[in-house]
């Protein structure tokens, strides 16, 4: 068993390939401190981002998901950004109504210089994630349990 | 041992209370505006007056259940042999299901032909019907969607309960119909009561009643047959559905089901879950290829497996119990009645013969 | 009742051109309407209009592209047509749209609700008679009136499009506006709840699901049909299994694919057998779309659905700097 065991939570980052990744990598180069609950899922542009990507890591059991892609007018496909921009605003202004709480995912944007703020990113996520604990599960109801049990 | 008897309104929770306590028990419960077998807790409300409006299906014929579970183990002494450890389904539990209608509990009747027949013996589906039993509630009045007569079903149809309950004044008057009925109505506390199964008789036969004449579907395995290729007339009846599965989902005959294994990492589960020849995908083939491209052909197989090549296998026997959820649950009412009698009624080509 | 009769005049009229006209007919008992497809002149005399006219045509539209068909619609499922015309999923030249003035549909549910509470059994319809105000029913022996406005569906308790937007031959007179604007009230209300406590509410709701797929079938807008993600081995989005996180899942997905294009027809929630009341995603979407885009769906042709497009500075999306 891990060391970390208990003391981690899942986080689950989705960088595009060109910015944020890069970034992570800088600061990586760069020794810089970072927590490590977070697992990286790299892909092409922010603009390949499925909003379901998120939906689907929340309702399977992630704690937090953390999107990082180019600044805007900085997409390595000039506007991928701008369209992710608009789904996840209105991802994250949806989450609530079905119960998650809405600081579990966050979007922002690193460029691949920006090892220092990818290290600030990290740490202030990983620590707003703490400050929520575990992530509620979808569980069958207290009904049906108790039938099962009762056997 | 008691076969039958008058169970008072109030003794009833303590009955359905001794059963639970050696049984899950599935029984009608209100959760938003429908009615769905729901697991029984002490104390938990149940709903008698009207039909739920969900099938006791899932009681023998879960909505999906795993066949078994397996997991790739790697071998640490040589990393490039993989071992697969398999675990097979948990036994299910012994269950009573309580208050479902007769057409609900007569359901099973169309599967276990199929399942539990002359050539094919289903195990994971016997080992939960060996291990259900039904408390059923007769009808005292019949809903505009219900024809339980027209397949040869009524309102005391007792074939597929255990116990069979008639609603009367303050209470039911209850009856054993199969040995574990009898082990489960040792339970409860009944009186006899000769009057009770009186007014029972006279609250079925006027539910009986109130259903009116039925009419004779001896010819519809036939007549379906016949309009196998007149696509015009399926079209004309397809048009308004939107191929939904709402009608074999809560259909209380209807068996079919598909397998599939939902892998995660290196373990995963081999599932059984409920399918709908609704669907595009039912009938769609590897190749790509699909012998039921359109709803109507999706509809007609529905109707035509009910009404005529189920009786046709299976000694006449319609695959369908007449509880008209189907119709009642349809989002735009289509009516399996008016499909069966239109396509009864002499078509185009015949008149021109 | 001479604006159905107009009506039914101008169907047969132009009925010969068509392949068929979707409207309304009585179902299979008095209090449930039925969509109905016109093909000859008897069929047009058996079309209803009336408060029971609750399902949306312009859901069979996509499946007949390429035909030429016509289509009865109220101001809200005009509104469906719009948006199918703005995604270029039918073709104008197509579709006759035949429109009408609507004062609210019913909400069945409501109906068997108000029917259950006078201790008697709504399966037992014996007659129904429905005009703009009043839902008269007579059951078993007795005799129930109904005001439309206390059983009507939610959508038409805020509906501010009671006139068909956009048609061809429009009949009756046109209805004023009754709401200024949509509040929002329901999603309001879920809000206001805990979100422990809205966690709960759908891990609840959703477990009664039986993963019929009406809701999806039922709506206008979803287009997929038959391959829809919700089936799809590959990509595998969705499992088999009977767990709540699937349907809640599935829930999720239908309403993102909707956002910017749902006219909250509420077709998906009267569609579902068990009553969940998934529209509420749906109108969330549409709450969040109105203020951050003030886009509302469905009633300009000539409009481009806000997840399409994009500003290089957006005005009210509000960038975390960190």
């Known amino acids: 068993m891990s060391v970390l065991e208990g003391k981690e939570l899942r986080i689950v980052g989705f960088l595009c390939n060109w910015c944020s990744y890069g970034g992570a990598d800088t600061a990586g180069v760069g020794r810089m401190s970072q927590p490590t609950d977070l ?57 609530p109504i079905v119960g998650i709480e809405p600081a579990r995912f966050e979007y922002t944007w690193v460029s691949a210089s920006e090892g220092q703020r990818w290290q600030k990113v990290v740490s202030t996520f990983t620590d707003q994630i703490h400050g929520l604990g575990k992530a509620p599960r979808l569980t069958p109801s207290a009904e049906a349990l108790a039938a099962a049990s009762a056997l | 041992m008691v076969m039958s008897g008058y169970l008072k309104q109030e003794d009833l929770a ?17 959760q938003g505006n429908s009615v769905v077998f729901a697991p029984y807790v002490k104390g938990a409300s149940l709903v008698f007056d009207r039909d739920a409006t ?20 790697k071998d640490p002494e040589d990393l490039g042999k993989v071992d697969l450890e398999l675990v097979e389904a948990p036994a299910p539990k012994p269950t009573v299901v309580v208050g479902s209608r007769p057409c609900g509990a007569r359901g099973f009747l169309a599967f276990d032909r199929v399942y539990y027949g002359k050539t094919v013996t289903d195990v994971p589906y016997l080992r939960h019907r060996q291990n259900t039993a039904f408390i059923t509630m007769a009808c005292s009045e019949p809903e505009t969607t219900c024809f339980c007569h027209w397949v040869g079903s009524g309102p005391d149809d007792a074939e ?42 006279a609250v079925v036969q006027k539910c009986k009643d109130a259903l009116g004449e039925s009419p004779d579907l001896s010819t519809a395995p036939a007549r379906l047959l016949e309009r196998f290729d007149d696509m015009t007339f399926w079209e004309a009846m397809a048009s308004k559905c939107i191929s939904c599965g709402a009608c074999t989902y809560l259909c209380p005959t209807c068996y079919c089901f598909t397998i599939t294994d939902e892998i995660c990492g290196s373990g995963g589960s081999r599932i059984r879950s409920w399918d709908n020849c609704m669907s595009f995908q039912f009938t769609l083939e590897a190749s790509g290829h699909n012998p039921r491209p359109t709803k109507a052909h999706r509809l007609k197989n529905r109707v035509g497996h009910k009404f005529s090549y189920y009786p046709t296998i299976h000694d006449g026997n319609i695959s369908c119990c007449g509880c008209g959820r189907c119709i009642k649950s349809c989002p735009v009412s289509v009516d399996i009645r008016e499909i069966v009698l239109s396509a009864m009624e002499p078509s185009q080509e015949a008149a021109n013969d | 009742m ?72 109220k101001g809200c499922d005009s509104r469906s047509v719009i948006e199918l015309l703005q995604e270029n999923l039918i073709n104008r030249d197509d579709v006759v749209i035949f429109g009408l003035p609507c004062s609210g549909v019913v909400d069945i549910s409501k109906i068997n609700s108000a029917i259950e509470k006078k201790g008697l059994n709504p399966g037992r319809i014996e007659s129904v008679e429905a005009d703009d105000k009043t839902v008269r029913i007579a059951i078993d022996g007795q005799k129930i009136e109904l005001a439309v406005a206390d059983v009507a569906a939610p959508k038409c308790t805020v509906c501010r499009y009671h006139n068909a937007i956009e048609s061809d031959h429009f009949f009756g007179d046109p209805l004023p506006a009754t709401v200024e604007n949509d509040e929002y009230a329901d999603v309001a209300a879920i809000e206001s709840m805990a979100l422990a406590d809205r966690f709960a509410m759908w891990n609840k709701e959703m477990e009664r699901c039986i993963r019929c797929y009406a809701c999806r079938n039922a709506c206008p807008m ?33 309403a993102f694919h909707l956002a910017g294009r749902c006219t909250e027809c509420g077709e998906c929630q009267r569609a579902c057998p068990v009553n969940i009341p998934i529209l509420t995603f749906k109108r969330k979407i549409n709450k969040e779309l109105k203020e951050l885009f003030d886009y509302t769906a469905g009633v300009d042709l000539e409009a481009k659905p806000p997840l399409l497009a994009f500003k290089v500075e957006e005005d009210n999306i509000n960038e975390r700097g960190w």
């Not at chain 1, 790299?42 to 990082?68: E, Q």
């Open chain 1, 39 to 95: 697992r990286i899922i790299r892909l092409p542009c922010s603009g390949r981002i499925n909003p379901l990507f998120i939906v689907k890591t929340l309702l399977s059991g992630a704690d937090g998901v953390l999107v990082s892609g180019c600044h805007p007018r900085d997409c390595h496909y000039a506007e991928g950004n701008f369209y992710a921009r608009r789904r996840l605003e209105v991802l994250k202004r949806f989450l």
């Open chain 2, 54 to 73: 969900t099938s006791p299906k899932r009681s023998v014929f879960p909505q999906s259940e795993p066949l078994m579970n397996y997991t790739y183990k």
């Open chain 3, 2 to 73: 001479s604006t159905v009769f107009d009506l039914q005049a101008k169907i047969k009229e132009l009925l010969p051109d068509l392949d068929c006209v979707i409207g309304w007919k009585q179902g299979y008992d008095p209090l449930h309407a039925t969509p109905h497809f016109m093909r000859t002149e008897a069929d047009v005399d058996s079309f209803i209009f009336n408060p029971l006219c609750v399902h949306n045509p312009a859901t069979y539209l996509p499946s007949l592209k390429g035909k030429k068909v016509g289509i009865v619609v």
């Open chain 3, 222 to 254: 979803c287009v997929c049909r038959d391959h829809c993600v919700a089936q799809s081995r590959d990509p595998h989005w969705l499992t088999q299994e009977d767990a709540i996180s699937e349907k809640l899942f599935f829930q999720m997905i239908h």
């Open chain 2, 160 to 201: 597929g309960s255990d116990v069979l309950l008639t609603p009367v004044a303050g209470g039911y008057f209850a009856k054993a119909v199969t040995e574990k009925g009898e082990a489960l109505l040792a339970k409860a506390t009944v009186s006899s009561d000769a009057g009770k199964e009186d007014e029972a008789k």
């Open chain 2, 14 to 30: 303590a009955w359905i209370d001794a059963i639970s306590a050696d049984h899950e028990v599935l029984a009608p419960q209100a």
